[in-house]
């Protein structure tokens, strides 16, 4: 459990919150918190106000809104555009609060490495989404949600037990997103310059 864990681990799962955190930010904060308070998981000092019933009301109330306004098109990348200010700070915070005010520099590391995880994660979605909706079909839609939802729940499954995969898959998708993300963005761009010059036709 995570009190037996050592520094490479407690990074391992700072990491992997971080990056979770860009992509489904409530699931995080509700399933971390349960974990916590169902006893399945002794968190951190610095992660126990997750169990606390009312944080728990809060995020889980957030969660069935995010996961109901995560499958509509075009709703999804509204919600996705104000959680830029959200997700990658929240990502940065809950990975230095692994650590917690016992050891500045290495949650100050944490914060960095979640942060930047987020990030990540976040923006990969968001273009993601963003070129998806440029579709009329819906069914692209429900499963990259869906998607986002099994990767999100896998890694925090693994986390408790396997830390150090569940950072070693946080690895590999983090580098799948830096190398998709400016493909994603450069489509997305060729879009609306095609968009704008027929508008100018007309």
Known sequence: MLENFDTTQ??????????????????????????????????????????????????????LVEFCADKVPALDSVWDAIHTLIRIPAGAALAASVFGADNSTLAAAAALLGGSLAATSHFAKAGGRALINTSPEPVSNLVASTTEDAVTFGLLALLASHPL????????????????????????????RRAAATLRLR
């Open 10 to 63: 407690l990074m391992a799962v700072a990491a992997v919150l971080g990056f979770a955190s860009g992509i489904r930010l409530y699931a995080v904060l509700f399933l971390v918190g349960l974990a916590g308070y169902l006893g399945w998981v002794p968190l951190p000092h610095g992660l126990q106000v997750l169990q606390h019933p009312l944080m728990l009301t809060a995020s889980g109330f957030m969660l």
């Open 165 to 192: 995969v569940a950072a070693a898959i946080v690895a590999a998708l983090a580098l799948l997103a830096l190398w998709l993300l400016p493909r994603i963005f450069g489509i997305i761009a060729s879009l609306l």
